[in-house]
């Protein structure tokens, strides 16, 4: 009786000292109890759980070369049995020189027939087991495809994101507040193969779990929208309905500059079903999804009346007015989302800090971001995740070039990535050609450099995405007045017989704000540009074997339809659509085309 009357005070004294802790970090905002007691205990197990991913991580790169040994070996011994690994003597690898000896460098048509094979039911083809779903991939290095996913290169992603919250509530401590997360997530459709074994596409947040629901402003409903437009939509009606909110979260920047570009467009009925309390019926939504959404909203003309001042006097830096409790956007604004990331700092997000977490892709997780105040985007790359290969810049074109490993690459030095996963790819040239800036330890940080097939090459001179992005960015401050919204390039060829050989050169179509119309010498600036940082372009053009580029302005909004239609007609999702800088497919070329206005 004693140790219990002795235990009670005590444990009423933790209470209380608890819940002043909930109280303090939740800055006033009227919750329940239970939402907020859910999202701090939430929070505190993250935190400890992240602080364990942070630390095996930096262990992990104090031995690389141990690290990467083991991490090969093992996949090779796990699928040694395999018909694949039967045909590539996986049972005879000892090493990764022996690795790289018996198996050669691949790319994704090596692998199409195995994974055919796999989607229709057999089985210990590429790995051991069943795969627990097939991935489509973006498509940004080429057509969409699919590719295997297993449960461990899920766990992977998670605990890169393990170490990035770490780092993320180290850099800002305020994120450790109560405060809720707009995440603007549409979740995609899943289909099935003949054997039964899932379809869907990638994205590189995660899925929230339901024991995120109560940090996030949209209700679990919300998550369950699958058409993009009416998700963003509902995202944000219930994210401007929470004053008090801290984070904005999406997979890549451009998701959520889209949002605020529709935030833009559609403010007044957003007020307007603020101030009523409703979702908007204009919305094509489920009726019961309808249901249980307008279930969590109620009539507030007073947060209506306040949207309506700040939406009046403009957009910039709207998301500090309208959430002046803002701690951070949580996006990955690197490689094609530069310029989103860029526009969303320059205009709606002014003032707010950008955290970019991770570099990833359909192929499994990369690298992460230990250094989120840096304004540079350098990612650590993860030991235990893949192992790696480097293919020096100068030697990408050809078939099999010999590579470096992780502790023989040099700082400073560009090199194409390869990858060995942990879902049935091996020694895979991903396209991705990236920049080792740093070493942590002993591990490499990196930051991607571009894309190899976004590459400008009708004669040889090779521009690639990254040097024509700076370009263009050089020309448009030559535009006086002029903003840049979006673009993308096309080779003259994929127009068709009406360009003869003479005639090669580059149709450059770019979204642009602030000038009316660009005259003929404004355009020619493009082209200037290009020669004055492009030798080889340069030659070409006082050949007369390239023509001039030619630049085409199209109306505002016309890469959100291009977007749109590409989602469409690839089968892949919103979440993980990166822009291709350079178009492929006519289809895509005949849809701009019919955009352009000058």
């Not at 701690?327 to 969303?344: H, K, P, Q, T």
């Not at 105040?373 to 070039?401: A, D, G, H, K, T």
């Not at 990858?419 to 020694?427: D, E, K, Q, W």
Request: charged share 20%; aromatic share 12%; net charge positive.
């Amino acid at each position: 009786m004693l140790l219990i009357a002795a235990f009670v005070p005590l444990a009423l004294w933790i209470l209380l000292l608890l819940w002043r802790d909930v109280c303090r970090k939740s800055r006033g905002q009227k919750r329940s109890v239970f939402s907020l007691l859910h999202q701090y205990m939430f929070q505190r197990y993250m935190s400890l759980l992240s602080l364990r991913q942070r630390r095996r991580l930096e262990h992990s790169t104090k031995n690389v070369q141990h690290l990467q040994d083991r991490t090969l070996l093992h996949r090779i011994y796990r699928d040694r049995s395999t018909e694949y690994g039967k045909l590539y003597r996986f049972s005879e690898i000892t090493d990764r020189l022996s690795f790289c000896s018996v198996h050669p460098l691949t790319q994704y048509g090596h692998y199409t027939d195995y994974i055919q094979r796999i989607g229709k039911g057999e089985e210990n083809i590429l790995i051991s087991g069943r795969p627990s779903a097939l991935t489509v991939t973006s498509g940004t290095s080429g057509a969409p495809a699919l590719l295997l996913c297993v449960q461990a290169a899920k766990n992977g992603l998670h605990q890169g994101f393990g170490a990035c919250f770490n780092a993320k509530i180290n850099a800002y401590p305020q994120t450790r507040n109560l405060q809720r997360t707009a995440k603007f997530f549409c979740p995609p459709a899943w289909r099935k193969s003949e054997s039964g074994i899932p379809i869907g596409t990638y994205s590189v947040f995660p899925v929230a779990s339901k024991h995120m629901w109560s940090s996030y402003s949209t209700p679990a409903a919300g998550y369950e929208i699958t058409s993009e437009a009416e998700a963003q939509y509902v995202h944000l009606l219930f994210a401007l309905k929470d004053r008090s909110l801290g984070i904005l979260e999406a997979s890549f920047a451009s998701v959520l500059y889209y949002a605020f570009a529709l935030l833009q467009h559609q403010w007044e009925q957003l007020v307007e079903d603020i101030r009523l309390g409703r979702v908007n019926p204009s919305l094509t939504l489920a009726d019961d999804l309808r249901l249980r959404l307008n279930a969590q909203l109620k009539p507030d003309p007073r947060r209506a009346s306040e949207l309506a001042v700040d939406f009046a006097s403009g957009f910039r830096g709207i998301a500090r007015r309208v959430w002046p409790h803002l701690n951070l956007v949580f996006v990955v604004d690197s490689g094609a989302n530069e310029l989103y990331g860029s526009n969303l700092q320059r205009f709606y997000c002014e003032g707010v800090p950008t955290y970019s977490p991770v570099y990833a892709a359909a192929e499994g997780l990369i690298g992460v971001n230990l250094w989120p105040e840096r304004s540079e985007r350098y990612y650590l790359l993860c030991p235990q995740s893949m192992f790696y290969e480097f293919i020096p810049v100068n030697l990408c074109e050809e078939e099999q070039p010999r590579t470096l490993f992780m502790e023989e690459v040099k700082e400073n030095e560009l090199y194409e990535l390869v990858v060995t996963n942990a879902s049935g790819l091996y020694r895979y040239r991903m396209g991705d050609v990236v920049k080792v800036v740093a070493f942590h330890n002993q591990c490499p940080v990196i930051e991607l450099q571009y894309r190899q097939s976004q590459t400008l090459n009708i004669r040889g001179e090779r521009i690639t995405e990254a040097a024509f992005h700076r370009t263009l960015l050089h020309a448009v401050k030559l535009w006086p007045g002029a903003v840049l919204h979006d673009y993308c390039c096309v080779e003259s060829r994929l127009l068709g017989s009406c360009c003869g050989g003479s005639d090669l050169h580059y149709e450059v179509f770019v979204e642009i704000e602030g000038v009316r119309n660009l005259s003929e010498d404004q355009r020619y600036k493009l082209d200037q540009c290009l020669q004055e940082d492009s030798a080889v372009y340069q030659s070409f053009r006082r050949k007369g074997s390239i023509g001039p580029v030619r630049v085409h302005t199209v109306a505002l909004g016309s890469f959100k339809e291009l977007t749109d239609f590409i989602v469409a007609h690839s089968g892949i999702s919103h979440n993980q659509f990166q822009m291709p800088r350079v178009l492929k497919k006519k289809e895509f070329l005949d849809f701009i085309q019919r955009k352009v206005i000058s």
